[in-house]
Each structure stands twice: as C-alpha cells, then as structure tokens.
C-alpha cells in the first residue's frame, strides 16, 4: 500500500517526457527496508522506490545493481560506475564522485545484544565480542567510548549472519543500522537493543563526475519526493 500511495503521488510531481532516455547503472548493496534484492524480483525499497521517480524527472533510464560492499568501496577508487546510492559521504569519495546535498536516508545505528547483560556493563563492553559487516568499519569513536577491544571485533558478510551469530552466543552483541535491526529481530526472543547516537550517518545519491548531470535538479526534485514519503508514512503511522 506503501509502495502504491507513494508511486501516485510521484507520478503527478512530473510528467513524462519527450525525449530519448539516459541509461544509468546505479549501484548498492542489499540493505532492507532501504534497498532489496531479491532473485526473480525487481529490487525494492524506500531508496530504490525515491530513485525510480527520481529517474522520471531526470530522463533516466536505470537498472539497479547489487555488489558486494567490499567491491563497491573499491570501485569509487579504481573504476567508479555512473552511479552510487544509500553512499555516506566520507573520507575522499567527493574527489570522484558529486554527492547530492539531500540525504535519501539518515542511518542511525544501534548496538543489538543477548538480554541478561547487566545495566552497568551495557556501556563498557571490555572482553565481550561485538560483530560488525565487513567491509563497513566502526569507528574508532565507539569503539574508545564502549570500551572495546579491537581484538574482540568479528566482521561477517551480512546482517543476518550477524544475527544468527548472536542467536547462537558466539558474539555478544553487534552494530548496524537500527531500521534494518529491527526488522530482522523483530520475531526473535531474548534480544535487546539501544541507539547510538554520535553515530548518526547521512547518505546520499553519488553520480560519477564524468557524467553531466544537474545536480541543483536532483536536490530540487529529491527534496520533493522525499516530503512526500514523508507524508505517505506519516500517514500509515496515523492510520495504525
């Protein structure tokens, strides 16, 4: 219902054009409830779902591409692709890329853990293992204010191994995006959660600076779509 509500209004921001559309490849990597890439499935999601009215009002023609996330930050160095989304703006990724200033999302994260653990050791994690995705680093600010050891840090290649590691106490705990969290704990028992703030992370649309693209139109037509989601989902929240 989402999904529809949201497409309508789109539909009556821009009207279609006239011209020959522009073929974009823009990449991610599988991150429910942003971006979702199911096989026999058109990928889905709130940012696949604002960049596909997007690419009405730019003439785009765009084909959504899953890779791994290791692959994808070493893309933006070597042979970067025409496009990049749900991609924080950090480190020296400006120098190839040109970043939208309308963040599609803000990812807040949380730190998830097995319930039973003390009060007092929640916020000084010395000799637990905490799990992260691999290929996204915790930042060595959290890692100071919790206390943790580097030595206890275990990477994996998805969030749901992530939780099924926890599930099976071969780690303590472990960091990712809070809206993603808790949809894939949302039916499981025993599992408790708290939001980090200082590590609040907007992301944006990143399009290759070889392409020209107007950028001041993307920001206009993103600022639109997105209040509009916002009304969508404000709406559905009311409704329940």
């Not at 279609?16 to 823009?26: I, K, P, T």
């Not at 970043?99 to 039973?116: D, E, N, V």
């Not at 950028?215 to 989601?229: F, G, H, P, T």
Request: with cysteine; aromatic share 10%; hydrophobic share 40%.
């Amino acid at each position: 219902m989402f999904r529809l509500q949201f497409v309508l209004i789109a539909s009556t921001l821009f009207s279609a054009s006239l011209f020959a559309n522009q073929q974009v490849d823009c990449v991610t990597t599988h991150y429910p409830p942003y971006t979702v890439f199911t096989e026999d499935e058109p990928p889905t999601g709130r940012d696949i779902g604002l960049l596909r009215a997007l690419s009405k009002a730019m003439n785009w023609d765009i084909e959504f591409i899953d890779i791994p996330w290791g692959r994808l930050k070493r893309s933006i160095h070597t042979e970067p692709f025409q496009c990049y989304f749900s991609l924080a703006n950090i480190e020296d990724r400006s120098e190839y890329l040109q970043f939208s200033k309308i963040p599609l999302h803000t990812t807040q994260y949380a730190l998830f853990y097995r319930s039973g653990i003390p009060e007092k050791q929640l916020h000084n994690w010395t000799s637990l293992r905490i799990g992260g995705m691999r290929g996204i680093r915790i930042s060595e600010k959290f890692i100071a204010e919790y206390n943790i050891e580097p030595k206890d840090l275990v990477y994996l290649d998805s969030n749901e191994s992530l939780v099924d590691m926890l599930k099976l106490g071969r780690i303590d705990g472990f960091v990712t995006n809070r809206v993603v969290g808790n949809m894939l704990t949302r039916h499981e028992q025993g599992i408790d959660s708290f939001v980090i703030s200082s590590l609040d992370v907007p992301v944006f649309l990143a399009i290759d600076k070889s392409m020209q693209v107007d950028m001041e139109k993307v920001d206009a037509v993103l600022n639109d779509l997105i209040q509009a989601q916002q009304k969508v989902m404000a709406s559905n929240e009311t409704a329940h």
